[in-house]
């Protein structure tokens, strides 16, 4: 029986997961019917519902395996972790990563440090690694084949969901309302664009034909009852709400699928977003795109600094206004076209 292909994080929200889903693609589809393990030294968002719509490709997943450090410690838990074919280590702590490879039974050992240092191979061509987190993590299946790689897809709801999100944005994808996704909010708040810089495009959105929905997670349930004061016209959506039989996370991908173009901050639903399939505005300001864009069909970021400075309030919802115009005008590929 051929040992299992181990995949390494280190700490995952549900955007870090997200960006490593190419990755995951890329090594299902090489290695056909080979188990993946994707072990966590903490938490990780692959270890809850978002399994559930990766069923062929994770076989098992573990978490707060602890082998981050003290060092000591460190190598002892991946000494005792079973023998792997395979080991593609995502994390870019120099010390992490060594003990991995000091430590862990393989077969062959895939890491992004610079220069592809430890490394079993190199991706073909390539002599450093990509600053982009999700593109550094696809360049191991790439160092893996010793060849381009397929981490091409997009997460699918299940009809029921589907059901849920056509009654909370009736209409046909064409030619019925073209809905506009507004993302406020993020986990952290530097990161968020002002909430009245959103109303204002909800507003320039309107008047150009198009149809806003703000899209409200768990934590900003306190927030949908000042939009609503603040924009009587608004269309509010609870995007994680989920209907008798249906989880969270599916009823989100639901309602994502209904929207042409996702404004978003710098966030986890930005990620899912792009995952599902949509094309994506990226507003950016303290954090930096060329690191953690997320991965979509197609992509437009939108950054303080080209108004000045970090501070998300500098975003012009013209600017923002524009890139949604953009995206809107460029057919669909086939990933993002309608379902």
Known sequence: MEHPIAVLVSREGLGDALLKLPLLRAIARGFPGRPIWWLAAYQTAMAGVLREFLPAEVEEVREYLGFDKPRS???RRLGELRPFSLVFDTRSGVAGVWSAWRHLSYDAFYCSLPGYLLSSRRPRGRLLRPRHIGER???LAEAAFGAAADGGGRLECSSEAAALALALLPGEPAPGPIYIGLAPGSRQTHKNWPAERFLELASSLRLA???PVF?????ERQRAAELRQADSEAILVEFMRAGEGIAGLDAAIAVLARLSVVVANDSGLGHLAGAAGRPVVSLFGPTDPRRWAPIAPRHRWVRAQQFGGESMALIEPAAVLAAVR????????GL???R
């Not at 899209?215 to 934590?219: H, N, V």
Request: aromatic residues 4%; negative net charge.
């Open 137 to 139: 993590a696809f360049s």
């Open 209 to 211: 034909g198009l149809m």
């Open 326 to 333: 953009e995206l809107l005008a460029e057919p669909p590929t």
């Open 215 to 219: 899209l409200i997670g768990p934590k």
């Open 73 to 75: 410690q460190a190598a």
């Open 336 to 338: 993002d076209a309608p």
